[in-house]
C-alpha cells in the first residue's frame, strides 16, 4: 500500500492527461533514465502521442514548482544535468496509463514487471477517488438543490401564516370594535 501511496505523489495532470514523468519511472524501474529512454526510442511505434509526450520548458517549470510545494520528497530529475550535445536542455517525457503499460512490453526486467502492476493499481486508486469525489458532489448538488426548493416552500408558508394572521387580527377589530347605535 505504500507503494501505490509513492507512485500516486508521482502521477502528475498535464494536457488533462494523468501521467508519469521518465525520471520518476526509470526510478521505480531501477533503470537510468537514458536505459528507459533509449527503449522507449528503440520501439518508439509503440509510444504514439497520446501514450508518451515530451514536456514544454514551461510545462516542466510547472511540474517543478509543484513537486517544491506539495511534495515531501525532492524532485530527482535534474534538467541541466540533462544535456543534449548541442547544449539544450532535454524536457522529461511523460507517459499516459497506456504508454505505461506499453512499457511492460519494452522493459522485461521482473522489477519492471511487478513495478507495472503497482502502478496500474495506482492509476485504478486514482480513478475510484475522482470517482468518488464527483459521486459526493453529485450528492451536494442535490441536497442543495433540495434544501432550495423547501427554502421556497418554507417561504411561501410563512407568507400564508403572516396573511392568516392578518385577516384573524382584522377579524377581531371587527368583532371587537365599539358598537354604534341602541345599547341593551
Not at 91 to 102: H, R, S, V
Not at 117 to 143: D, G, S, T
Not at 146 to 165: F, K, P, S, T, V
Request: hydrophobic share 40%.
Amino acid at each position: 500500500m505504500e507503494i501505490i501511496k509513492s507512485i500516486q505523489n508521482r502521477i502528475y495532470e498535464i494536457r488533462g492527461e494523468r501521467v508519469m514523468l521518465d525520471f520518476d519511472l526509470a526510478a521505480l524501474y531501477e533503470v537510468e533514465t537514458k536505459a528507459l529512454n533509449q527503449a522507449v526510442k528503440r520501439n518508439i511505434e509503440r509510444f504514439p502521442e497520446d501514450f508518451m509526450f515530451q514536456l514544454t520548458p514551461l510545462e516542466w517549470s510547472g511540474i517543478r514548482s509543484q513537486s517544491v510545494t506539495t511534495s515531501s520528497q525532492p524532485l530527482k530529475y535534474q534538467s541541466v544535468e540533462r544535456q543534449s550535445s548541442r547544449g539544450y536542455g532535454l524536457m522529461p517525457y511523460a507517459f499516459t496509463e497506456q504508454g505505461i503499460a506499453m512499457l511492460s512490453g519494452v522493459l522485461r526486467s521482473e522489477r519492471a514487471v511487478n513495478m507495472n502492476i503497482a502502478i496500474m493499481r495506482a492509476f485504478v486508486a486514482i480513478r475510484k477517488i475522482v470517482l468518488l469525489q464527483h459521486e459526493a458532489k453529485e450528492q451536494l448538488k442535490q441536497i442543495k438543490e433540495r434544501i432550495e426548493e423547501h427554502d421556497i416552500q418554507l417561504g411561501q408558508i410563512y407568507d400564508a401564516i403572516e396573511n392568516l394572521l392578518d385577516e384573524k387580527a382584522a377579524q377581531r377589530k371587527w368583532e371587537e370594535r365599539e358598537r354604534i347605535g341602541f345599547k341593551k
